[in-house]
Every structure is written in C-alpha cells, then in structure tokens.
T-cell receptor, first 111, second 114 residues
Framework: TQLLEQSPQFLSIQEGENLTVYCNSS?????LQWYRQEPGEGPVLLVT?????EVKKLKRLTFQFGDARKDSSLHITAAQPGDTGLYLC???????????FGSGTRLLVRP | DVKVTQSSRYLVKRTGEKVFLECVQD?????MFWYRQDPGLGLRLIYF???????EKGDIPEGYSVSREKKERFSLILESASTNQTSMYLC?????????????FGPGTRLLVL
C-alpha cells in the first residue's frame, strides 16, 4: 500500500509554463520533505515543511503543507529546462527517522 | 559538503550469486539507510542503521542483509541474488539528531541480475 500518492506521474510542459505537483495521503505526517532527483544521481532535498498550513518558497518553487498535515503541493512558476527531474515527496510519521516516499512525478520542461 | 559514495554505479550479476553493495559517508552521521528504487514505486526502505552494529528492518528486508561494522560504512548483502532484485539501490545517511533532518543520498548502484 502506497501511503503517499503523487500526481501526476508524468508531466511534459513548455518552458515558461506553471505547474503543480500533488502529494496526498490519508495519514497524518509529522513533517514532509520534497526531493529532486536528476538522472544518474541520488535525490537531493529541496525543502522540509513541519507545520500544518506552512508555505515555503525557494525561488520559483512554492511548497505548501496541508492544514491537516496529510497532503502537500509543489508549485513551479515559469518552469525552466533545469527544473527537469524526478520530484519525490517523503513524509515522516510520529518521531521516526524513517521516511515514506511517494511514487514520484517525472517532469520534463521542453525548451 | 556531505559526501555519500557507493562502490559501484553499475553491476551485473547472475542468479544465485552473493552480491555486496558498499556505501561510505564522510560526515560522521549516525544514521544510514538502504533503499531500492523501482519505476512507479518511489523509494522503498530495505534496512536502516542508527549506530554501529545496530540495524532495523525496513519495509522490504526479505532477501537482504546488512552490516555496519564501522560508523562510516554500511553494506547491503544479497545472499543469493534473484532476478526480482534487479533495481536501483540508493544509500543515504543522516545526522541522527532531529527527526526532520535531511537524508543525503549516494548516486545509486544499478544492479542487473541475469
């Protein structure tokens, strides 16, 4: 059972477009992280959100944690080819060190 | 910068072979993790170690074992490789002080079992 569902699975857009990636669960998470993975590399952390309703911005990327801490979204404004990659959400339950990963969203930004 | 290295980027093994995947981190991290990554399934935790000689099963430990004899090194062992263990294997480490902390990943080992 996948505890964290990501949508869409694949996204191919033109440079300059906006997009949103969703990460949903029926379970409550104590924190949620977003990672980006480029081909041939391991995932790299983009952001950690901890408080329900929290919004964090990282240049053109906006991350939101749902009020109930069951879901999260990643919005990219004016996407660029350098944003291409696999985006993974990952949540922690309770005080565990373990991360539960979503299935990933593969983004391709065409020049 | 934290650096996590994995011994091989690509491996090809035959069914029944014993396979060792090595991971080394250079930042004195307490926690180390082994995941496998398959298309559409995200990353799934195989084993986790929170200290030398300490290990904890993850979500899919069957067919795997681990060894952590030194703090910086975490090994994943496939006692008798099978074709369904063909996958990308990712090692990660984290400091071990706070629960929201970052996991730092190695570049991965792509294993093909024939």
């Amino acid at each position: 059972t996948q505890l964290l569902e990501q949508s869409p699975q694949f996204l191919s857009i033109q440079e300059g477009e906006n997009l949103t990636v969703y990460c949903n669960s029926s379970s409550v998470f104590s924190s949620l992280q977003w990672y980006r993975q480029e081909p041939g590399e391991g995932p790299v952390l983009l952001v950690t959100v901890v408080t329900g309703g929290e919004v964090k911005k990282l240049k053109r990327l906006t991350f939101q944690f749902g009020d109930a801490r069951k879901d999260s979204s990643l919005h990219i404004t004016a996407a660029q080819p350098g944003d291409t990659g696999l985006y993974l959400c990952a949540g922690r339950r309770d005080s565990s060190y373990k991360l539960i990963f979503g299935s990933g969203t593969r983004l391709l930004v065409r020049p | 910068d934290v650096k996590v290295t994995q011994s091989s980027r690509y491996l090809v093994k035959r069914t029944g072979e014993k396979v060792f995947l090595e991971c080394v981190q250079d930042m004195d991290h307490e926690n180390m993790f082994w995941y496998r990554q398959d298309p559409g399934l995200g990353l799934r935790l195989i084993y986790f170690s929170y200290d030398v000689k300490m290990k904890e099963k993850g979500d899919i430990p069957e067919g795997y074992s681990v060894s952590r004899e030194k703090k910086e090194r975490f090994s994943l062992i496939l006692e008798s490789a099978s074709t369904n263990q063909t996958s990308m294997y990712l090692c990660a480490s984290s400091l071990g002080e706070v629960h929201q902390e970052t996991q730092y990943f190695g570049p991965g080992t792509r294993l093909l079992v024939l």
